[in-house]
């Protein structure tokens, strides 16, 4: 950590100068930042590759919280207050890093399914610097990112081996073993472990698996289409995700039990995601 901290003293001699770069691709990282780019990928550019994107993220997500719990290692300004500058908010544990993990995760899958040189390129410059704005912006140590990364990695690994099989194998299996395993899996992941970020990823796993299942049977939507009919969708599809996003934690501040409440609300964001907003598109022609 006392490594970690010359580290972060080095980059931060840029400051302020760099300031606002490294804040983009933090922000390329963060919730907000994937709650707008994996509707787009699954709606607008690739079905097939953006509801198994979702996936990957979603698990990814479950995996660092229960990481970073049981690591429970503190960020810079918690080990050495007043020896860091905090350019950036960040709450919770450090390691592993969140941002280096979900870059690798992300853009990893979509590397591999794209296969587009630009993809790659894209991939590169997400993959280093999201990670290296959080040593920049004072809120993670340099293990912390090298943690995230050895996470990502093995999660991406073990996804595109394990992924496809388990996909054939819950094809081949009717609706009801679908909606099965969609409420079953995520349930069984937030009783072993319960957190505000497992409690996120899990309900959202949950609500955008049975839309998943769901949208097979029903509605067979096409993300194919003409540029305005996709830009018009995606526009559809995130106004009204936006509206359960942020209505539903005003709405639902101060109740209690709060964990329900974040359950209902990130359920109802899969759900609309994944079978809500397709179907609107298919009735509106848009799809």
């Given at each position: ?8 003293a ?28 994996l509707?787009?990928?699954?709606w ?26 049981l690591?429970a ?19 919770g ?7 280096a ?10 590397a591999t ?9 894209l ?27 050895a ?27 679908q909606?099965?395993?969609a ?14 970020d ?8 949950m609500g ?14 096409d993300?194919?289409?003409?540029p ?5 969708r ?5 106004a ?5 996003w ?8 101060g109740l ?7 359950f ?6 899969g759900?609309?995601?994944a ?7 298919r ?5």
């Amino acid at each position: 950590m006392e490594w970690g901290l010359q580290v972060i003293a080095w980059f931060q001699q840029f400051s302020p100068a760099l300031d606002r770069p490294f804040q983009v691709f933090t922000l390329l990282g963060g919730e907000e930042f994937f709650l707008l780019l994996l509707p787009l990928v699954y709606w607008c550019l690739d079905r097939r590759i953006g509801s198994r994107l979702i996936i990957a993220f979603l698990l990814g997500v479950y995996v660092n919280a229960v990481a970073k719990t049981l690591a429970a290692q503190p960020r810079p300004a918690e080990y050495a207050p007043g020896r860091v500058k905090v350019l950036w908010e960040a709450s919770g544990y450090g390691f592993p890093s969140g941002h280096a993990q979900h870059a690798v995760v992300v853009w990893g899958y979509l590397a591999t399914q794209a296969r587009r040189r630009w993809v790659w390129a894209l991939t590169a410059v997400m993959t280093v610097f999201i990670p290296l704005s959080r040593i920049y912006l004072g809120v993670h140590f340099p293990h912390d990112i090298l943690g995230g990364y050895a996470v990502g990695l093995v999660l991406l690994f073990l996804y595109l081996r394990l992924e496809p099989g388990i996909g054939r194998w819950l094809g081949e299996k009717g609706l009801a073993w679908q909606l099965g395993v969609a409420l079953a899996a995520p349930l069984l992941l937030i009783l072993l472990f319960t957190t505000d970020d497992s409690v996120t990823a899990g309900a959202t796993l949950m609500g955008m698996s049975v839309g998943f299942a769901l949208e097979r049977r029903w509605i067979r939507f096409d993300s194919a289409g003409p540029p305005w009919k996709r830009v018009a969708r995606y526009l559809l599809g995130i106004a009204v995700m936006m509206t359960l996003w942020l209505g539903l934690r005003i709405v639902f501040t101060g109740l209690e039990p709060a964990t329900l409440f974040r359950f209902v609300r990130y359920g109802l964001v899969g759900v609309w995601g994944a079978l809500g907003a397709p179907w609107a598109f298919r009735h509106l022609r848009l799809a």
